[in-house]
């Protein structure tokens, strides 16, 4: 389905349909009362519905199976082998999300930090599968401000050999200035999201948005 952010079509850009359950997820989230338990398990809720999205978009194939029956089923398989990587720190909330759902998944991390006085990203360090080029590559990274971190890590996984269109970036809360700065950098990546809010603030946290979600996740607010 093709996404517009300000008036411009984003084809490679899904978000989540807005369902009673995700608006009340997102509204858990997002509410400043909620205990850290809550946001935690609600959080984590959301992740999986993200990253159930995302295998959606893994090519898979025909397999033919034989039932308890004894008849035939025309089935399908996942084609292909798949690498998270979470970006420190915030994305390693959604590390055990990816993990309930992909058993033999790989997991690289990458480590960008934004400069809170600039909000620039910087580059420290990567721990990445040997055989990263071969995978479909997971970015996990739960808000999605101004695409600072996101646009250096794809430019890594670009120089590690990921080709774009192995690239699927999960974000639970974007600003359109980070959708439209990652997508106009790498057009064929895909990037899902739960919901797109209206903007950035002078600090570059996304608006509404919830505030700093490491901080509230791992609890050093
Ligand atoms: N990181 C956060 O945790 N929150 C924002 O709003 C933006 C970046």
Redo the contacts with the bound molecule.
């Keep these: 389905m093709a996404t517009y952010i300000n008036g411009k079509q984003y084809l490679q850009l899904t978000i989540l349909k807005m369902t009673p359950q995700l608006h009340t997820l997102l509204t858990i989230v997002r509410d400043k009362q909620t205990k850290r338990n809550d946001f935690i398990f609600y959080a984590d809720r959301i992740n999986r519905l993200l990253i159930e999205e995302g295998l959606n978009f893994l090519p898979t194939r025909e397999k033919i199976i034989e039932t308890r029956t004894g008849e035939k089923y025309i089935g399908s398989e996942f084609v292909g082998k798949i690498c998270a990587v979470p970006i420190i720190r915030?994305g390693l909330s959604m590390e055990n999300s990816i993990r309930e759902v992909a058993k033999k998944i790989r997991i690289g991390h990458i480590l960008i930090q934004r400069n809170e006085e600039t909000a620039e990203p910087i580059f420290f360090k990567d721990w990445l599968p040997g055989d990263i080029a071969k995978r479909y590559v997971f970015v996990l990274d739960p808000?999605l401000?101004t695409g600072g971190s996101a646009i250096a890590t794809i430019k890594r996984l670009k120089e590690r050999g990921v080709e774009e269109n192995k690239i699927i970036f999960i974000a639970m809360v974007s600003a359109p200035e980070g959708i439209k700065a990652v997508l106009d950098a790498f057009p064929n990546i895909r990037i899902i999201t739960a919901e797109v809010d209206q903007g950035l603030n002078e600090r570059?946290?996304?608006v509404p948005?919830?505030?700093?979600?490491?901080d509230i996740y791992f609890g050093t607010a």
Excluded: K, R, V
């Excluded at 948005?209 to 490491?214: A, M, V």
């Design positions: 915030a808000m401000a570059a946290y996304i948005g919830l505030g700093d979600f490491g």
